[in-house]
């Protein structure tokens, strides 16, 4: 299948928070200009190697893309357009922005290039907590930010929050729901702590200095999460993820459901004509390789025993589950007939169960969903 998604990765930040593990550099000294054209000449040799189709839905991530100055934006959204030019009517084009990051001038950019939706890293209300995890934004900035963004006439919004913070407390977390929600947004990525290798917070986790929230707090989060949420009007539409009805991120939706997209930039992923693959991270590293064609690092042609499991694993995310007809239309096989046992296990304990057409997480399995989702893995028959 052609993508009909795009992912472009802006790998700048004014700084690095100390949980992000992501492909991004502070931004001083970096050679964004050069980036930039680099990301054109990396759009000229993929659009030339994979034609694109009508694309439905853009997702510029980072790093922080709303640091970009109002010319550079320019740039970058002129160079999506002349490369990427059919557009669906109804497309999804998201930018995530740190609040403070966006102004009056650079909300116009990415408007007149057809940005209709801003995912803002809130990540908590907690004015200390914010500094404790290396967040350089205030409280204040948040809100002006989302008024900001409607003012400019873009009122699709989605605000990341994170639970299992260090030194956060679950009333630490009501109030960051409730602020959250006060503001309205029409989508909440909600996400726990998860301390990678290599951050600032897993240095000082080994040291001892990184005083975490204990599992059964950390799980009392997330069920007031759900709680709140639901209270609200949100529907959990994903493990992480609530929306109003017709706010689901359509982007996020399509690495769910296992469809191809085409991933640009330093250290990005993409996924193509049954290949995935991963640029290379560095930014000077990733200008001189499009020089040359394009900057990939690795790539590896997907067997149907891994496509398989992916449509699992990555598919139970979602509340909808995996559809056993769309399944057996992928594949020409039933899920029974590749995962049998597995399935027949999970739903014995209570993890997994059948509903029509598709299969779902039971509440207990949205809690132990990394051990259903391993489950699967290698076991395609």
């Not at 309205?184 to 909600?190: E, G, K």
């Not at 080994?206 to 005083?211: E, I, V």
């Not at 025993?305 to 239309?329: C, P, Y």
């Amino acid at each position: 299948m052609t993508p009909r998604a795009i992912y472009i990765h802006i790998p700048f930040c004014s700084h690095k928070c100390y949980y992000c593990d992501f492909t991004a550099y502070v931004i001083n000294g970096q050679p964004v200009d050069e980036y930039l054209e680099a990301l054109e000449r990396e759009m000229a040799h993929t659009v030339a190697e994979i034609p694109p189709d009508r694309i439905e839905t853009i997702f510029i991530g980072g790093g922080t893309p709303s640091i970009l100055s109002p010319d550079q934006l320019e740039r970058l959204m002129n160079a999506i357009q002349t490369y990427f030019p059919r557009r669906a009517s109804n497309q999804e084009f998201t930018v995530e922005a740190n609040p403070g990051t966006v102004t009056p001038e650079k909300l116009a950019v990415m408007k007149q290039g057809g940005v209709n939706r801003l995912s803002f890293g809130a990540q908590t209300f907690r004015r200390d907590l914010l500094a404790r995890i290396g967040r350089v934004h205030t409280v204040e900035e948040v809100e002006r930010s989302v008024e900001a963004a409607r003012a400019a006439g873009i009122d699709n919004l989605s605000l990341d929050l994170m639970f299992g913070l260090p030194d956060q407390t679950v009333e630490d977390m009501e109030e960051s729901l409730q602020r959250g929600i006060a503001l309205a947004p029409d989508h909440f990525s909600v996400y726990s702590l998860k301390v990678e290798e290599g951050t600032r917070f897993h240095h000082q986790l080994l040291q001892g200095k990184l005083p975490l929230p204990s599992e059964d707090d950390e799980l009392e989060m997330y069920q007031l999460t759900r709680k709140r949420m639901k209270e609200a009007g949100y529907r959990q539409y994903e493990v992480s993820n609530f929306s109003r009805p017709g706010r689901e991120s359509r982007h996020n939706s399509v690495y769910w459901l296992n469809q191809p997209y085409y991933g640009l930039g330093a250290g990005a992923h993409g996924y193509a004509r049954g290949v995935r693959h991963a640029n290379v991270r560095g930014v000077r590293e990733y200008i001189r390789r499009t020089r040359e064609g394009r900057p990939v690092a690795e790539s590896h042609q997907v067997p149907t025993h891994e496509e398989m499991e992916n449509q699992f694993i990555l598919g139970l995310r979602l509340a909808d589950g995996v559809s056993s007809s769309l399944f057996k239309k992928r594949f020409g096989k039933e899920p029974e007939t590749v995962f049998g046992p597995v399935l027949e296990s999970l739903k014995h304990r209570g993890l997994l169960q059948q509903k029509k057409d598709a299969y779902h997480l039971t509440e207990q399995g949205l809690l132990f969903g990394n051990e259903v989702f391993a489950a699967f893995l290698g076991e395609a028959v």
